[in-house]
């Protein structure tokens, strides 16, 4: 681990923030241990950012964004590329970094790079689409057309659980289109994110881009309501829980900036008397237990018909039973350690909690003990029978909890209940019946951002666009048409004509 830290030449810096190349640190330091959720020792520490290094990164970037916004976006594609060159050259030692300073299992990790990797071929060929609509103007001689312009100094707030990829999301669209970004990450895993500043620093260098177009500061929640407030900073993105989306929300309106929210997820499974039932425990198993139950995305609730209710919870039940927990670095382990203590905490409180409201534990729910499990923040992923309507079910919990509910009757009464919670990221329906399956797809059935068929809720493609609607927070991110929100608009109506008429028909000579 520490060969990783000190190859990228970031132990002895102890930055708290970097514009590009400079790295640069606080005269009064707040310094922060990191430990690695796998074994609890301390991989390094790092340097809290202040409000002065604060300032100073805007300015940066505020002058940087200058300077960007006129380099034609095919050649803000091409330093784009090149950093996907980078990352695909460091996939094996940050995908482990990941791993060390997060707890998902390497395999995650490396997928989590690979997200990164693939959303940079994404931005390099948007760089030549940023499209606009041309529109037929009800004036003789006119023409009309909308253009898409760089919109400012982006901020992003990345959370831990996605320590890497969620800013890559962001960053790279903001910077084929002209945007420059000011990246908070998670105070739990800042490693990963300086990490990833040293390896596009390269780039960066190689290509004279200004210093300020992509900035990195180290700051825990007072950094990120100081970026919400800051009128400089057009766009907030954030990723994290519902309660700091709500909080960003409003300091971001009272300004009346842009917010991209991507928060909660509350995701359910149906599984349907016509699924094919070992591809749904499949994916459910890889939704509810894959990175210990902390993806945004993550299966929580699993709502199953009746008539196969008993077999869907019996093939799970054999499966939780043998779940390799343990070292996420190892190859034969499925399941990691929670990011920390206070996880767990928070894991067994919810299942203490459900149960009291009527819950039954069906596996799992301790916290696992002995040398193997010496951070204190491995855990037994759970499945509790339960209903929908529990307040702990109608909650987010970020750990491996899995709610069996009961449906019967017709297909309808199921997406009722999967849409009967505050939250919608994402869904899915296990069926090969065409009527059940496109019911869930109707405007009256998924209310979620991503409604899916016969795979699961976790695991999307970086080519479409990321979200969900209500507690959510209705921003959508990554692929498809999410590089609008990074941009403005601008509608451009053209007379080239020798008068000068005006719209709706108005006479008003003079
Ligand atoms: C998140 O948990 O914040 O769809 C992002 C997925 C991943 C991204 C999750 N591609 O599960």
Not at 10 to 31: A, D, K, M
Not at 351 to 358: A, D
Not at 390 to 398: C, D, N, R, S
Not at 441 to 449: H, N, R, T
Request: charged content about 20%; some cysteine; aromatic content about 6%.
């Amino acid at each position: 681990m520490h060969n990783i830290l000190e190859s990228l030449q970031i132990r002895s810096l102890n930055p708290s923030f970097s514009t590009g190349l400079t790295w640069g640190t606080t005269q009064e330091r707040e310094v922060k241990a990191i430990h690695s959720p796998i074994d609890g020792k301390l991989i390094a520490s790092v340097c809290m950012a202040s409000a002065e290094d604060y300032e100073q990164v805007v300015k940066q970037a505020q002058a940087a964004f200058v300077q960007w916004r006129n380099v034609p976006a095919p050649k803000r594609g091409e330093v784009v590329r090149q950093i996907g060159q980078e990352l695909r050259l460091h996939k094996e030692m940050l995908g482990k970094l990941v791993t060390m300073e997060m707890g998902k299992i390497l395999q995650e990790g490396l997928g989590e790079v690979q997200e990164m990797i693939d959303i940079c071929d994404f931005a390099v060929g948007l760089s030549r689409q940023l499209h606009g609509f041309t529109m037929h103007s009800e004036r003789a001689d006119h023409r009309m057309y909308e253009q898409y312009h760089p919109l400012g100094i982006v901020g992003i707030i990345s959370a831990f659980n996605f320590p890497v990829a969620v800013w890559s999301w962001n960053a790279m669209l903001a910077a084929v289109c002209g945007d420059v970004c000011i990246w908070k990450p998670s105070e739990k895993t800042p490693l990963t994110a300086i990490a990833c500043q040293q390896i596009i620093s390269k780039v960066l260098k190689e290509n004279n881009v200004p210093e300020g177009v992509f900035s990195l500061i180290i700051g825990d929640a007072r950094i990120g309501q100081q970026m919400a407030e800051d009128e400089r900073v057009p766009l907030i993105s954030a990723t994290g829980s519902t309660r700091m989306g709500k909080q960003v929300a409003k300091a971001v309106a009272g300004r009346l900036g842009k917010s991209l929210l991507e928060l909660g997820g509350n995701n359910a499974i149906i599984i349907t008397p016509q699924a094919n039932i070992e591809s749904a425990v499949r994916a459910t198993v890889f939704g509810a237990v894959g990175t210990c139950g902390q993806r945004c995305t993550t299966t929580r609730r699993l709502i199953v018909h009746a008539d196969v209710y008993d077999q869907v919870k019996e093939r799970l039940l054999q499966i939780y039973d043998r779940l390799p927990i343990g070292n996420p670095l190892q190859e034969s382990t499925l399941v990691g350690p929670l990011i920390d203590k206070e996880a767990v905490k928070s894991f067994t409180q919810a299942l203490e909690k459900v149960q009291q409201e009527g819950g039954k534990l069906l596996t799992g729910g301790n916290s696992l003990e002995g040398s193997a499990y010496i951070s204190g923040t491995y855990v037994k992923p759970a499945i509790v029978e339960a209903e929908n309507h529990y307040l702990t079910v109608q909650e987010e919990t970020f750990a491996p909890i899995l709610y069996l509910i009961r449906y019967e009757g017709s297909v309808e009464n199921a997406i009722a209940l999967q849409n009967g919670v505050r939250q919608g990221l994402s869904s899915a329906i296990f069926s090969t019946h065409l009527q059940e399956t496109e019911a869930f797809l109707a405007s009256s059935g998924s209310d979620c951002g991503i409604a899916n068929v016969n795979i699961g809720t976790s695991g999307a493609e970086i080519g479409g666009a990321f979200g969900g609607e209500k507690e959510t927070g209705g921003g959508r991110e990554s692929g498809s048409d999410a590089w609008k929100f990074y941009m403005r608009r601008q509608t451009n109506t053209i007379n080239y004509g020798k008068t000068m008429p005006l719209a709706q028909g108005i006479k008003f000579e003079i």
